[in-house]
T-cell receptor
Framework: NAGVTQTPKFRVLKTGQSMTLLCAQD?????MYWYRQDPGMGLRLIHY???????AKGEVPDGYNVSRLKKQNFLLGLESAAPSQTSVYFC?????????????????FGDGTRLSIL | LAKTTQPISMDSYEGQEVNITCSHN???????ITWYQQFPSQGPRFIIQ???TKVTNEVASLFIPADRKSSTLSLPRVSLSDTAVYYC????????FGGGTRVLVKP
């Protein structure tokens, strides 16, 4: 099983350029997430999705957009890249919560995309 | 959303037991406690999850007292490869990864 696969693994952009990060999971998970991790810091949630066709904002959504057109894929877009968006981006997926709403189920992470914006 | 507090770093030696305590004073009734491990240049990896009392798997044990306001991750007989950052997460709301605990295992 591939689990969670992120594409690309590395990318260098110039300020103002746009790009899309792709996350694919083969575990039939309903929930998917995008995080960013800056050096020496924990992960911060950018956007998440609780099912195909639905997305919601996380802790740090500004400057990013997402789409979940297919259950297995979750795309993260940067419309106009800024140096402050230089970071490592992690995608994760999980089963739905045990409760009506929530995110307590263990998440499965990809290996990250290292993005540098000059 | 329950906030968690855990030590910034811990040092240990090979073969010792490592215990990391996480405080979560405002844990909600429905919240589970989840621990992740992260190696450099990798995504976090689920280690263990529990609701109350004690949970044990092949990797670690999780001790949760009756009031559930804290939890302790126990790593038995650590090796150099256990050097990583360990995150404690609490909640059924949107999960927040804090800074974690950097565990350094020395020879």
């Amino acid at each position: 099983n591939a689990g969670v696969t992120q594409t690309p693994k590395f990318r260098v952009l110039k300020t103002g350029q746009s790009m899309t990060l792709l996350c694919a999971q083969d575990m039939n998970h309903e929930y998917m997430y995008w995080y960013r991790q800056d050096p020496g810091m924990g992960l911060r949630l950018i956007h998440y999705s609780v099912g195909e066709g639905t997305t919601a904002k996380g802790e740090v959504p500004d400057g990013y957009n997402v789409s979940r057109l297919k259950k297995q894929n979750f795309l993260l877009g940067l419309e106009s890249a800024a140096p402050s968006q230089t970071s490592v981006y992690f995608c994760a997926s999980s089963y739905p919560s045990r409760n009506i709403q929530g995110f307590g189920q263990p998440q499965h992470f990809g290996d990250g995309t290292r993005l540098s914006i000059l | 959303l329950a906030k968690t507090t855990q030590p910034i770093s811990m040092d240990s030696y090979e073969g010792q037991e490592v215990n990391i305590t996480c405080s979560h004073n405002n844990i909600a009734t429905n919240d589970y406690i989840t621990w992740y491990q992260q190696f450099p240049s990798q995504g976090p990896r689920f280690i263990i999850q529990g609701y109350k009392t004690k949970v044990t798997n092949e990797v670690a044990s999780l001790f949760i007292p009756a009031d559930r306001k804290s939890s302790t991750l126990s790593l038995p007989r650590v090796s150099l490869s256990d050097t990583a950052v360990y995150y404690c997460l609490v909640g059924e709301g949107k999960l927040t990864f804090g800074g974690g605990t950097r565990v350094l295992v020395k020879p």
